[in-house]
């Protein structure tokens, strides 16, 4: 197994399950509540081995995975949780090759993940019209994206109203606050059979979309269905087996069409 290098990511694990997302800099210091940690000690060794801070705290040291990453990861805009991003890339069935348009970047963590499902032969642009978002989404993307997959993406600082330079898309994501408004757009480079997805965070925005749906898009797309998700873990202490007492309950609705031929 390879050993942490110098400019690798990490994740460190306290004893109480807590994690801490730390770039590995040769001679610097993570400082947290329970001590230091000398990043030293942590590059030339495996996953899996373990540190003391100064005060005596056992971390657990890993690679991140791409889910631990985007929770960690720097925020402009509120990510799409783990928990919804499955779903959407089950639900629209992203396939390696896939090509795929994607408006409304934010902070990049739907993003990495749709770059990872389309593979080398795939194709992701995705349009983020805030260029302070769009900034914060290219240091993230950067940050954890491996050099084989970097030019699968063409990431731009563009608003949609303004237009989709390329075409003939298998899917197509919106995560805006109007989606409703772009329908027509979406239309015109989506394939006849290729699936468009909307990620919504409130009730009245799915009502507003589907009276558009109802009204103009009937003839063109076939609504697939309305989706929530609830996301509830359970904890075992002694004898006991029961639901934590928090839980990720509703952080958006996705909306599925297929466009017909």
């Given at each position: 197994m390879a050993v942490f290098k110098e400019g690798e990511l990490a994740i460190l694990i306290d004893q109480?399950?807590?994690?801490?997302?730390?770039?590995?800099?040769?001679?610097?210091?993570?400082?947290?509540?329970?001590?230091?940690?000398?990043?030293?000690?942590?590059?030339?060794?495996?996953?899996?081995?373990?540190?003391?801070?100064?005060?005596?705290?056992?971390?657990?040291?890993?690679?991140?995975?791409?889910?631990?990453?985007?929770?960690?990861?720097?925020r402009g805009a509120q990510i799409i949780y783990p928990k919804d991003i499955s779903r959407i890339l089950t639900a629209l069935d992203i396939f390696p090759g896939a090509k795929v348009f994607?408006?409304?970047t934010g902070s990049g963590a739907l993003t990495l993940y749709l770059i990872r499902a389309v593979g080398t032969y795939g194709k992701v642009v995705s349009y983020e019209k805030r260029e302070d978002f769009y900034n914060t989404a290219k240091e993230n993307i950067e940050r954890f994206l491996l050099p084989d997959l970097r030019n699968v993406l063409i990431l731009e600082n563009k608003d949609i109203s303004e237009g989709i330079e390329e075409g003939d898309f298998d899917r197509v994501i919106l995560d805006l606050t109007e989606p409703w408004l772009f329908l027509d757009k979406v239309l015109?480079?989506?394939?006849?059979?290729?699936?468009?997805?909307?990620?919504?965070?409130?009730?009245?925005?799915?009502?507003?979309?589907?009276?558009?749906?109802?009204k103009n898009y009937s003839q063109s797309l076939y609504k697939i269905g309305i989706f929530e998700l609830l996301e509830r873990n359970w904890e075992k202490?002694?004898?006991?087996?029961?639901?934590?007492?928090?839980?990720?309950?509703?952080?958006?609705?996705?909306?599925?069409?297929?466009?017909?031929?």
């Open positions: 109480k399950g807590r994690k801490y997302l730390i770039s590995l800099k040769k001679d610097s210091v993570f400082s947290f509540h329970k001590g230091n940690v000398q990043i030293n000690e942590i590059i030339g060794k495996e996953e899996g081995s373990r540190v003391v801070s100064t005060k005596g705290e056992h971390l657990l040291v890993f690679r991140p995975t791409l889910e631990e990453y985007i929770l960690k990861m720097k994607e408006a409304g015109s480079v989506l394939k006849p059979g290729g699936i468009l997805g909307c990620y919504l965070t409130t009730v009245l925005q799915i009502y507003n979309l589907m009276e558009e749906f109802e202490q002694g004898l006991s087996l029961r639901p934590a007492l928090r839980m990720i309950a509703h952080t958006g609705f996705i909306v599925l069409f297929r466009k017909f031929s």
